[in-house]
């Protein structure tokens, strides 16, 4: 096959893979002018008492790790995030064996509604009433351990999910 027709074919056969991705764009989709996040502690409006700090330092570590934004302080933020705890609850995923009613593996979910604006003229960039973050965790001990050592994974997982809707889009 001679060179000219191979280089016809390759492109022949590359352009409908190039066109079927024209739309998409990988990295950050945050507007060319935000640059810099500002957050608050999380509000808490669960019944679980001071998981606020935890995730509050989970999304802050997450945002730091992504890379889009920077952190900054308010007054010279180019944003504000704010972010609203609204539910937290536990629920058992299996059961010792022969005993159907004694939970030893659990899944910590953490749900949260946040927002993103502009600082200047508090114009929303990114908003989603509803993202759950989870972890399942194996019972040992008592429960108040059990928890303790659950929530810093599964703030983790909210803080990823937050700021890849934040900062991602498909």
């Not at 604006?117 to 108040?144: E, H, I, L, N, P």
Request: proline content about 4%; aromatic content about 8%.
């Amino acid at each position: 096959m001679n060179r000219t027709l191979a280089l016809s074919l390759a492109a022949g056969l590359a352009l409908p893979l190039l066109c079927g991705c024209a739309g998409y764009r990988l990295g950050s989709m945050l507007p060319s002018d935000i640059h810099t996040v500002y957050m608050p502690t999380c509000v808490n409006k669960t019944t679980e008492p001071l998981i606020e700090q935890d995730v509050t330092r989970a999304i802050l570590s997450r945002i730091q790790m992504d890379g889009s934004l920077r952190i900054a302080p308010e007054e010279s933020a180019d944003t504000i995030l704010d972010v609203t705890l609204t539910r937290f609850w536990l629920d058992p995923v299996s059961y010792k064996s022969g005993d159907s009613s004694t939970a030893n593996q659990y899944r910590m979910s953490l749900r949260a509604s946040y927002v993103l604006r502009r600082r200047a003229d508090k114009s929303v960039v990114a908003q989603s009433a509803g993202v759950t973050g989870w972890y399942d965790f194996d019972f040992a001990g008592d429960m108040t351990s059990s928890k303790n050592i659950a929530l810093k994974p599964a703030a983790e997982d909210l803080g990823r999910r937050i700021v890849n809707g934040i900062v991602q889009a498909w």
